[in-house]
């Protein structure tokens, strides 16, 4: 296997900025003592990356289409509208994503799951980490885009679930409210099955929330959006962000879309100073991401676009975002007044713990996956690499020189 040795870069290490090298072979980041002292030899290959910073790749636990494409939707062309989609992504740094798919009729679940399964990235797409399932078990009050129609009960335990669902097999993540009757046992069972379990499109109380992560929930879908506005006597499931109900040694994760439209500014200054360790990066994008202003899809939902902001047609309700992640970081670092690594990790660290994939990615680890981005100083993307292979390159970058020996 050929020893590739990426050079003059900087790298997100250890949560900071280090001047070094990057070693890869075989797909996996290695430590290169080995190599110098152990096999004794020199790489095959030499990448001089002009001074870009490399970055873990990109991981996007919720979005539900782009370029044209809504998951939801396109119930007979899905197969090749989540390959297009994750073509595009590549051009954005996201090198792993989680398809989601919005409240539907069931025929779309039993339809749509078995044809998403999990597989590796390349130059074909990102990788597809699993389906994320936001609803049909949410609150009707907090529906956003989502058609209450399709809105469903937990009326017979976790048996409604596969009722909807059918096979959970291609299943990573299932948002549901909380507050809802059997919730504590799905919540559970669906732990078990080693499926994360977000709260969302809920108007759940704190104590209703607590008891959620008690049973195994771990993340919260786009915060601050479908759900209880904070309150001082009640803050709602906003306040899992500073509980001290919270199991010891659990952390709780939370989706926000810094979309510079979903989130506030100072909104963001206020999550990301209260709990950190927590914050993931999502865009929430819909089809429209990529494309002109006019009419578009989400799930059964049509939605009008313009002036850079996706509404439910003929209303103002948001529904989900254009923004491609690599905008979502650069907002998000601009807002927040966090250091660079922190705007990256929380698109790339933050969801693969939260996944408990931390291991293999979202980070340049030794014995990680090799998926990472090059990024000039604006962290505009270079180029994007899945498994030590380039599976975009920017033609209006400087593009690396590879040397052979």
Not at 76 to 105: D, I, M, W, Y
Not at 118 to 130: F, H, N, P
Not at 273 to 280: D, M
Request: glycine content about 10%.
């Amino acid at each position: 296997m050929k020893l590739i040795q990426f050079r003059n870069c900087r790298l997100v290490r250890n949560h900071l900025i280090v001047r070094e090298d990057l070693w890869v072979r075989g797909g996996k980041i290695i430590d290169p003592m080995g190599v110098f002292f152990d096999e004794q030899r020199h790489s095959d290959v030499q990448i001089d990356c002009h001074g870009a910073l490399i970055a873990p790749g990109f991981i996007d636990l919720q979005i539900n289409g782009g370029y044209g494409v809504d998951f939801s939707h396109d119930v007979n062309s899905v197969q090749e509208g989540v390959s297009k989609v994750a073509r595009g992504l590549l051009s954005h740094g996201v090198t792993s994503f989680c398809p989601t798919l919005v409240t539907s009729p069931i025929a779309t679940y039993t339809q749509v799951l078995p044809k998403i399964p999990r597989r590796a990235g390349s130059a074909e797409g990102a990788t597809i980490l699993g389906v994320h399932l936001e609803g049909p078990f949410i609150n009707p009050s907090k529906k956003g885009a989502h058609p209450e129609g399709c809105i469903r009960e937990f009326s017979r335990g976790f048996d409604s679930l596969l009722e909807v669902y059918g096979d959970l097999q291609n299943v990573s993540i299932v948002t549901i409210a909380p507050e809802k009757e059997n919730a504590k046992e799905v919540i559970e069972e669906l732990t078990r099955r080693g499926i994360t379990v977000s709260l969302g499109h809920t108007m759940a109380n704190l104590k209703e929330g607590e008891l959620a992560c008690q049973h195994g929930a771990t993340l919260i879908t786009h915060l601050f959006n479908a759900m209880l506005p904070f309150h001082h006597r009640d803050p709602g499931i906003v306040g899992l962000l500073a509980s001290n109900r919270i199991p010891p040694g659990k952390t709780i994760y939370y989706g926000i879309i810094a979309d510079g439209i979903h989130t506030h500014p100072a909104a963001l200054r206020i999550a990301y100073r209260v709990h950190p360790e927590g914050l993931i990066l999502v865009t929430d994008a819909i089809s429209a991401m990529g494309l002109s202003e006019g009419t578009h899809h989400i799930g059964q939902m049509s939605v009008d676009v313009s002036g850079g902001r996706a509404y439910v047609a003929g209303t103002k309700t948001l529904c989900g975002s254009i923004a491609p992640m690599d905008e979502c970081v650069r907002i998000f670092l601009e807002s927040a007044g966090c250091d660079t690594v922190f705007a990256l990790e929380a698109a790339s660290l933050a969801p693969a713990k939260c996944l408990g994939i931390a291991g293999k990615k979202g980070t340049l680890d030794f014995g990680a996956d090799a998926d990472f981005v090059l990024l000039d100083d604006k962290l505009g993307v270079c180029s994007t690499w899945i498994s030590g292979e380039c599976v975009y390159r920017n033609p209006e970058k400087v593009a690396p020189i590879v040397t052979e020996s």
